[in-house]
C-alpha cells in the first residue's frame, strides 16, 4: 500500500496564456494538464487561517489541487515522510496520487482552493483515522 511521497506527489506548471487583459488558465481534458479524467469538480473558500482542513487519505483517488487565490499550505504524509507545500500561484497545481495524507492549512484570506478530483464523492475511499493510515502505509 506504501506509495514513497516523491513518487506520488509532483508540480505541475499550468499553460497561462495573457495579454494586457490579465491571463488564462485552461484545463481540458486529454490535454496532458490533468494526468487523469477529472469527474469532479470543488473548492473550499472562506476558511480560517488556523483552522486545517482535509485530515484524510484516500485509496484509489487522484487530485490536482491549486490556488486560484490567495494560498495556503498543504501538508503530505506517506507514513514515513512529511513535506509541506506551499500553494500561492494560479499557474500551478499539487498533483496528489496513491495513499497520501493530506491537512491543508494556513489559508490566506482570499484563499479559493480548488480541486480537481478523479473520481465522484465516495466515502469508503477516505481513511480519516491518523492511526489506521499509519497502520495501513506501512503494509
Partial sequence: MHTPLNQAI????FTVRGDERGSLVALESGSGAIPFEVQRVYYIYGTQADIARGKHAHYALKQVLTCVSGACNILLDDG????TVRLDSPAKGLFIDGFIWREMSNFSPDCVLLVLASQHYDEADYVRDYQRFLTEASR
Avoid: A, N
Avoid at 10 to 13: A, F, G, L, S
Fill in 80 to 83: 514515513k515522510e512529511r513535506t
Fill in 10 to 13: 509532483r508540480m505541475i506548471d
